[in-house]
T-cell receptor, first 110, second 112 residues
Framework: DAGITQSPRHKVTETGTPVTLRCHQT?????MYWYRQDPGHGLRLIHY???????DKGEVSDGYSVSRSKTEDFLLTLESATSSQTSVYFC?????????FGQGTRLTVV | KQEVTQIPAALSVPEGENLVLNCSFTDSAIYNLQWFRQDPGKGLTSLLL???SQREQTSGRLNASLDKSSGRSTLYIAASQPGDSATYLC???????????WGAGTKLIIKP
């Protein structure tokens, strides 16, 4: 357990509204990731960070932005939520060679 | 492009049986391979991590093997229990970056 906390755990929002999901870690891990998990697609990488203010896109980054102003926090923002962004979002960290995951955020866009 | 495949997609066995879950990958230039467990509505829990230089790792009733040359890893579960019911995912990390490439998972059901 890498002390990863995701907030909120559940959220329902309306189409077109901005949404920010937060990932907080207590272990000072350098690498952090945001994934989405959907039936039939498995885990897909949205964005990742390799240090404070250092981020890069994953395979499904369109419609998402991230920020990392502190080592412990990695924020995922949906600028204008769409129904296709209804999903379960997972934050992960990487320390040395092992990955650790948060409990997930279930986001529903109506 | 690395692709990771897990077969079967679902497996149901009686309690007490030994079983094997499979994970195959197309590019043998991996840094490591990690097996995870996911319970319904929960996050992922790391089970075993195998470095590219290792052949196997063991934790309790779990044993994971790695054969890079053939692009395969297996997760062996001994004396299965109903509490082992979950989805099991494997992920590979490449030498060149810090991203993980994921399989779609095997949903395991252990019948009492």
């Amino acid at each position: 357990d890498a002390g990863i906390t995701q907030s909120p755990r559940h959220k329902v929002t309306e189409t077109g509204t901005p949404v920010t999901l937060r990932c907080h870690q207590t272990e000072n891990h350098r690498y952090m990731y945001w994934y989405r998990q959907d039936p039939g697609h498995g885990l897909r990488l949205i964005h990742y960070s390799y240090g404070v203010k250092d981020t890069d896109k994953g395979e499904v980054s369109d419609g998402y932005s991230v920020s990392r102003s502190k080592t412990e926090d990695f924020l995922l923002t949906l600028e204008s939520a769409t129904s296709s962004q209804t999903s379960v979002y997972f934050c992960a960290t990487l320390q040395n060679t092992e990955a650790f995951f948060g409990q997930g955020t279930r986001l529903t866009v109506v | 492009k690395q692709e990771v495949t897990q077969i079967p997609a679902a497996l149901s066995v009686p309690e007490g049986e030994n079983l094997v879950l499979n994970c195959s990958f197309t590019d043998s230039a991996i840094y490591n391979l990690q097996w995870f467990r996911q319970d319904p509505g929960k996050g992922l829990t790391s089970l075993l991590l195998i470095q590219s230089s290792q052949r196997e790792q063991t934790s309790g009733r779990l044993n994971a093997s790695l054969d890079k040359s053939s692009g395969r890893s297996t997760l062996y579960i001994a004396a299965s229990q109903p509490g082992d019911s979950a989805t099991y995912l494997c992920a590979v990390r490449h030498d060149s970056n810090y991203q993980l490439i994921w399989g779609a998972g095997t949903k395991l059901i252990i019948k009492p």
